[in-house]
């Protein structure tokens, strides 16, 4: 009888067999919005109009000032003013709302992430039993069963497919999720990873305050409400049925030292009102940027990057605020169509947290394909990017393998 193999081989062939060949990819993308859509020039008068701020003239003029700068042109909203009128605790600072604010964020959140996981298993071009993995990342719904078991069955996900639920990331938790699953597809031979990401604005939105600082009106200005989902996985069985789009290169996250105070979320019995969004964060942006992404990409040595600098890559940043992409092309010597892409996304929707970065990356594979990208569709190599609480930045590095069409 033979000698029976070490223990030691035996387990590092377990291992080798249940990780896949290849890096993770991203095999389709979908996105979704509410039909309510306000226009920035008409969003100052509606916001101080349905809580009822007429009288705070100084501050609708300065409201009118930050809305004009952000570069926002329109944002969709699930919450409406008849919905707002129905519920007067939402804008009442002394009543307790954060029960029926979690209501109406976890009905939006449940139907925009239903419908653009719909399409990104459209986009990906299998069936939604063949996802293994479901990653949701979401600001709504604080309850058990949580968001992704409810995503799950408005989906026809098996019973066994295995769930991974982050609340309250902020602005990275798009790029976290896309981490997170990059990291699931490469462990797991034949996974696919289903990301969700939703935003649902109600949770923040509150009444101007004559006392408050102006970031609570930057805060009003500049979020709405949206969906992202992202289909990952690696080896990719072949045409006809799966083509990556982007391979996940490498996945890094790190803390800008000194700068906890920056972005700071806290939910209470009103809702985010205990929120902080400092009108630091551009230039603490801008202080670290490039030292981090240098610290990311250096290792790798990108044969594209070389003598065109930060310009021989494309990006993908999660548009924060007109301020913040302003930073990174600044820091970076970035040629103003090198992110087009977000300030797009930025103009359309303005930013609806974590899911903004897949609008963006979205936007960027439509420009690719259609070939509205002409100063980018050489750069096969990439940055998406994005920053939330903490300071955190979350980078993933990309490779534009080009569409689902092509061969």
Not at 36 to 65: E, P, R
Not at 113 to 134: C, K, M
Not at 137 to 164: I, K, Q, S
Not at 312 to 327: K, N, S
Request: some cysteine; hydrophobic content about 40%.
């Amino acid at each position: 009888m033979a000698a029976s193999a070490h223990p030691d081989t035996v387990l590092c062939d377990i291992h080798q067999r249940q990780r896949a060949d290849g890096p993770a990819a991203i095999l389709g993308i979908g996105v979704a919005y509410p039909t309510n859509c306000i226009h920035q020039d008409d969003f100052t008068d509606w916001y101080f109009g349905v809580t009822k701020s007429d009288h705070l003239t100084k501050l609708n003029a300065k409201m009118k000032k930050i809305c004009d700068k952000s570069g926002i042109k329109k944002r969709h909203f699930y919450h409406t003013e008849e919905m707002i009128g129905g519920h007067p605790e939402i804008i009442d600072p002394a009543a307790p709302s954060l029960g029926v604010r979690q209501g109406i964020a976890a009905n939006a959140a449940h139907s925009l992430a239903a419908e653009a996981a719909s399409r990104a298993i459209v986009a990906w071009g299998r069936p939604a039993a063949a996802v293994t993995h479901l990653v949701v990342c979401t600001n709504a719904g604080v309850h058990e069963p949580g968001a992704d078991l409810r995503l799950a069955g408005l989906l026809g996900l098996l019973p066994a497919v295995r769930r991974t639920l982050l609340y309250h990331h902020g602005c990275s938790a798009g790029v976290a999720a896309l981490r997170v699953a990059k990291d699931i597809a490469e462990n797991n031979r034949g996974a696919r990873v289903l990301v969700a990401c939703t935003q649902a604005n109600i949770l923040l939105f509150s009444p101007p305050d004559d006392d408050a600082h102006v970031d609570i009106l930057v805060a009003m200005a500049l979020f709405g409400d949206g969906a992202g989902a992202v289909v990952v996985g690696a080896d990719p069985t072949g045409s006809p049925v799966e083509r990556p789009l982007f391979h996940m290169v490498s996945a890094s996250q790190t803390t800008l030292p000194g700068t906890d105070h920056a972005v700071v979320m806290n939910l209470s019995e009103r809702g985010l009102t205990g929120s902080h969004l400092s009108v630091e964060v551009p230039m603490l942006v801008q202080g670290s940027i490039e030292r981090r992404l240098v610290d990311t990409l250096a290792p790798l040595g990108l044969p594209d990057v070389g003598d065109g600098g930060w310009n021989g890559l494309f990006w993908a940043v999660h548009p924060g605020g007109r301020a913040i992409l302003d930073g990174y092309e600044a820091v970076l010597g970035l040629e103003p169509w090198k992110l087009a892409a977000s300030r797009h996304v930025l103009r359309e929707y303005g930013n609806m947290s974590g899911a903004t970065v897949i609008f963006v990356l979205d936007e960027i594979r439509r420009r690719r394909q259609d070939g509205s990208d002409k100063e980018g569709k050489d750069c096969e190599w990439g940055v998406m990017s994005g920053l939330g609480p903490g300071l955190t930045m979350e980078t993933v590095v990309l490779h534009a393998t080009g569409s689902q069409d092509e061969k």
